[in-house]
């Protein structure tokens, strides 16, 4: 029988990047579905394959490589991802909360680890600076519901750089005194050599940047010099006696305000570090991690029990406590400590730390206990970070705390982009978006075809410009201007989000795609991609028969709709569309949204026959299929996962309208969210591509499937 244990661990350099590259590919895919942050992915992954899991590959020169280079690399981009304009605008409060928000968690972490865990002085503070600084993970959910320019939000932000500025400080006087002679001299000597580091850096790099970003402008050499500044500054740090991830962190500090967060050279720095150096180094840490030491009884539990309670606990009470001067709600104390109590790569990089410091000859400052400790905790402050920043967002927003932007005046910014394919389709879309756009404007509209480039491109963008060609002379027949764009791309969704940035527009109306033999998935192959990516209203429509002839608009609206950004959006386009059609348009939803939506309707579209129906709850939406008839056309108002209108009903809707809407004048409309996705982003603590459902999902589809059938 073969023997598999002969070929591991893994000694070929190709086969060893390849097992890493398949890790950074699929992690993030496996922990999308779990639902558990993709930092954690990469560790959990080192763990599998190194010596204490699968040992299929061993921790050789080039972890301890590309490991050190991922470590400086994340810190670099924490001084370099830092908003330092907001720590200016509210620079007293925010160094009050900072103060806060790092003194409680490391005193409390200090005096826990000494007395309860019997640790020495200098572990316990070391742990102490780790629980002090946080990463702001659930700044995401923060941007999803656009509560940016929120005092609490400012406030976490300035006082997250704050503490993790101070932890770092900490750190490097500590790297530095460890193992010497430790009196007065020392302190003075240190001191002396940081601020002369401090001060060069300051003086010298801004120069060098100046000097060199404007001279030249090809982007290997930009991003060669600011790779080449971040390792000289660690360097010398180091030279110094102080930990090379303090200089790369001040080195990022530095250079913030000469590389646009939204500039080319930023993406490209961001996505070497995010697709190969800072992957390696997660892997390298799992595989470090010996999981049988989690087995070892009960001390290892109470271990990480401890040291997520008492950090978690500081940083809610640095919060509370700074809600209650600074006179804030209850809700914007639960934002400021929803934001300040995750951590992730940056504790990684500070318990690495420790694990260089030698206390003895073979004994180190923190040992498989410890960073045992410190990744599960990774692991739990994620998630409560994700979950309260969720549920106090949301109650900001329902309490009013901040005005639903769709009730704010803003200027049109109308312009549809029309996504057409299929040809029995076009002409409908093109009648729908004559339904829907204000004349008054006399905005052209956009009409894109993508086609896939592969051997069959060139045969395929014929059809396409046939196809447009058409549709041209459809719209010029009724005095309107249209442009018209063919596009090639490898990946259709990328493609449509190409060209709605570069057209400026505004909103998307698109067929559903119809041939089911291709993808038997209710939303196609790249639907999903296209409206997590993309943060502005899709359209999607079905047509069983013609649009003139429909005598009534049949639209089901979701609890909470009102504050979503795009409600008066898609109100005004369903407004114009029964208008113009004077067709009726009765809309089912709760109390709150009716009058609302009764309001908007008599002010602004008087003449359209409207009628509101109260519909309790998103379960009542199959029997709402008995009165659709063959010329009406049913609308569902959805939402994108984690939005304010979300529900988990929602998951269901796919097979709701399969079942039983099969044959209908269908149309599914997602509305406007806050903010904007930059198109190349991605992180491991926020990665651009969602999964739809979670294992989780699938898991309660069986369990509800098995109860039916018993």
Request: proline share 3%; glycine share 6%.
């Amino acid at each position: 029988m073969l023997n598999l244990t002969s070929y591991f661990p893994i000694t070929s350099p190709t086969l060893i990047f390849f097992v890493v590259l398949l890790i950074i590919l699929l992690a993030p895919i496996i922990m999308g579905k779990l639902r558990i942050p993709h930092i954690i992915g990469m560790v959990l992954a080192g763990v599998l394959i190194g010596e204490h899991g699968l040992n299929i590959l061993e921790r050789d020169h080039s972890f301890e490589l590309f490991g050190k280079v991922g470590l400086l690399y994340i810190m670099f981009l924490a001084g370099l991802e830092m908003d330092m304009e907001s720590v200016k605008k509210n620079s007293k409060r925010i160094l009050l909360f900072g103060m806060l928000t790092w003194l409680i968690p490391l005193i409390l972490t200090f005096f826990m680890s000494s007395w309860l865990l019997g640790y020495s002085y200098t572990a316990s503070f070391l742990l102490g600076c780790i629980m002090a600084s946080n990463t702001l993970i659930a700044y995401p959910i923060i941007s999803r519901y656009g509560l940016q320019r929120h005092s609490s939000v400012m406030l976490s932000v300035g006082g997250s750089m704050l503490s993790i500025f101070l932890a770092l400080m900490m750190l490097a006087g500590l790297s530095a005194s460890y193992g010497e002679d430790t009196g007065i001299g020392f302190w003075l000597l240190f001191l002396l050599k940081f601020i002369l580091f401090c001060a060069a850096c300051i003086v010298f790099i801004p120069r060098m940047a100046r000097y060199f970003l404007r001279r030249y402008s090809d982007a290997v050499m930009q991003f060669i010099f600011v790779l080449a500044v971040m390792f000289l500054s660690a360097a010398l740090s180091e030279a110094i006696g102080v930990e090379g991830i303090v200089g790369a962190f001040i080195a990022g500090l530095i250079l913030n305000r000469y590389i646009p967060h939204v500039s080319p050279l930023m993406n490209r720095i961001e996505f070497t570090g995010n697709a190969i150096f800072i992957p390696y180094f997660l892997i390298g840490v799992g595989m470090l991690i010996n999981v049988s030491s989690l087995f070892e009884g009960w001390r290892m539990l109470g271990v990480v029990a401890l040291i997520v309670f008492f950090g978690t606990f500081g940083k809610a009470l640095a919060a509370y406590v700074s809600s209650l001067l600074f006179r804030m709600s209850k809700a914007e104390g639960h934002i400021m400590f929803g934001l300040t109590c995750a951590h992730a790569a940056g504790a990684i990089a500070m318990v690495m730390v420790g694990m260089r410091l030698e206390v003895s000859p073979g004994v180190f400052l923190v040992n498989n206990e410890i960073l045992n400790g410190v990744v599960i905790m990774i692991l739990f402050t994620c998630i409560i970070s994700t979950m309260m920043t969720e549920k106090a967002s949301q109650e900001i927003i329902l309490h009013g705390k901040m005005l639903p932007i769709a009730h704010r005046h803003k200027k049109d910014d109308e312009k549809i982009l029309l996504c057409v394919k299929y040809p029995e389709i076009a002409p409908q879309l093109l009648e729908l978006a004559l339904m829907m756009r204000n004349q008054k404007l006399s905005r052209d509209l956009v009409a894109l075809n993508v086609v896939y480039d592969d051997d069959n491109a060139s045969e395929h963008r014929e059809e396409g410009l046939r196809l447009l060609e058409r549709l041209q002379q459809r719209a010029s027949a009724a005095d309107l201007q249209m442009q018209t764009q063919v596009r090639l791309a490898t990946n259709i969704a990328n493609g449509i989000k190409h060209a709605f940035r570069e057209f400026g527009c505004s909103e998307i109306i698109m067929g559903m795609h119809v041939h089911t033999d291709v993808n038997p998935k209710f939303w196609g192959e790249f639907l999903q991609s296209l409206y997590n990516g993309l943060n502005r209203q899709i359209v999607l429509t079905r047509f069983v028969q013609p649009l003139n002839t429909l005598r009534r608009i049949q639209v089901v609206v979701p609890s909470r709709a009102e504050f979503e950004p795009g409600f008066q959006r898609w109100l005004e386009r369903l407004a114009r569309m029964a208008g113009n059609l004077d067709c009726r348009i009765q809309f089912h939803g709760r109390n709150e949204s009716m009058e609302l939506i009764r309001e908007y309707i008599n002010n602004h579209h008087p003449s359209v026959r409207a009628e509101y129906t109260y519909m309790a709850h998103w379960n009542e939406l199959p029997r709402l299929a008995e009165n659709i008839r063959e010329d009406h056309m049913f609308v569902v108002i959805t939402a994108r996962k984690g939005t304010i209108s979300y529900k988990n009903a929602l998951e269901r809707l796919p097979n709701e309208l399969m079942q039983h809407f099969s044959g209908k004048n269908l149309m599914i409309l997602f509305p406007d969210q806050h903010g904007t996705q930059k198109e190349e982003s991605m992180t491991f603590t926020a990665a651009q591509h969602q999964e739809e459902s979670s294992i989780y999902d699938t898991i309660q589809r069986w369990i509800n499937n098995y109860r039916a059938k018993h």
